[in-house]
C-alpha cells in the first residue's frame, strides 16, 4: 500500500463507526477530522465530498460486518453448525459484531427514501446473505442434516428478516428479550427439519 492507500483506508477506518452511529446524514467532516486528526483539506485530497467517502465507510462496514458473520464458520464442518453460528453471532443486539449496529439496518433504513447509491449497496449485501443462508439450507439438505421439503429460500428470508427485526427491537427497547424468542423460534424450527 502506499502512504496515500494507508491514509484514505485510515480516513475509512476511523469515519466507519461515526457513520454507524450517526448516520450519512448525521456525520459531519467536522466529526470526521476530529476522529482522524486530519485537516479538511487532507480529507479532500483523499475524497472528493462527504457523499464519496460515504459510499467507500458503507462498502467498509458491509465488508467487515460480512466477515463477522463468517467468523469461525470454517471450524464448523455441518451446515447445522454453521446456521446455528450464525444465529450465536447476531444473537446479541446490544453487543453487535460492529460498533453502532447492524449496517444492513442502519444505512439501509436511511438510504431508502435518500441515498439510492447506498440503497442498492445494501440491497447487493442482503441478497448476498439470503443466498448464503439459502446455500447452507441446501448444502444440509444435500448431505443429509435436514428434510428434503424443507424450503431454504423462504428460510433464508425468515431468518434474516426476523435476525435484523429483531436487533431494531432490541436497540430500541435496549433489552435483547425480542432476541432471545426470535433465536428460540428459530433453532426450533433447524431442529424440526432435521433428520
Known amino acids: 500500500m502506499t502512504k496515500a492507500e494507508r491514509t484514505r483506508q485510515f480516513i475509512i477506518e476511523q469515519a466507519a463507526p461515526l457513520f ?16 482522524t486528526k486530519l485537516a479538511k483539506g487532507s480529507l479532500y485530497v483523499h475524497f472528493e465530498n462527504k457523499e464519496e467517502l460515504s459510499y467507500a465507510v458503507v462498502d467498509y462496514n458491509l465488508g467487515l460486518f460480512g466477515k463477522k458473520m463468517s467468523e469461525g464458520s470454517n471450524k464448523q464442518p455441518t451446515a447445522k453448525g454453521k446456521i446455528l453460528l450464525l444465529l450465536k453471532i ?22 431508502d427514501d435518500t441515498n ?44 434474516l428478516a426476523l435476525l ?32
Do not use: Y
Not at 454507524?20 to 476522529?35: H, L, N
Not at 447476531?90 to 438510504?111: I, Q
Not at 432490541?170 to 433465536?183: E, G, H, L, S
Open 116 to 159: 439510492p447509491v447506498i440503497l442498492e449497496k445494501v440491497s447487493q449485501f442482503i441478497t448476498g446473505r439470503k443466498q448464503h443462508i439459502t446455500d447452507l439450507v441446501e448444502k444440509g439438505i444435500k448431505d443429509g442434516e435436514f428434510k428434503n421439503t424443507w424450503d431454504a429460500k423462504d428460510f433464508s428470508i425468515k431468518m
Open 90 to 111: 447476531l444473537g446479541d443486539p446490544l453487543n453487535t459484531p460492529l460498533e453502532g449496529g447492524c449496517p444492513m439496518l442502519n444505512f439501509g433504513t436511511e438510504a
Open 164 to 195: 435484523e427485526g429483531g436487533i431494531l427491537l432490541c436497540r430500541v427497547a435496549n433489552n435483547n428479550d425480542a432476541m432471545k424468542a426470535i433465536v428460540r423460534m428459530l433453532k426450533k424450527e433447524i431442529n424440526e427439519q432435521g433428520i
Open 20 to 35: 454507524m452511529k450517526k448516520g450519512v446524514a448525521g456525520t459531519a467532516m467536522s466529526d470526521i477530522m476530529e476522529a
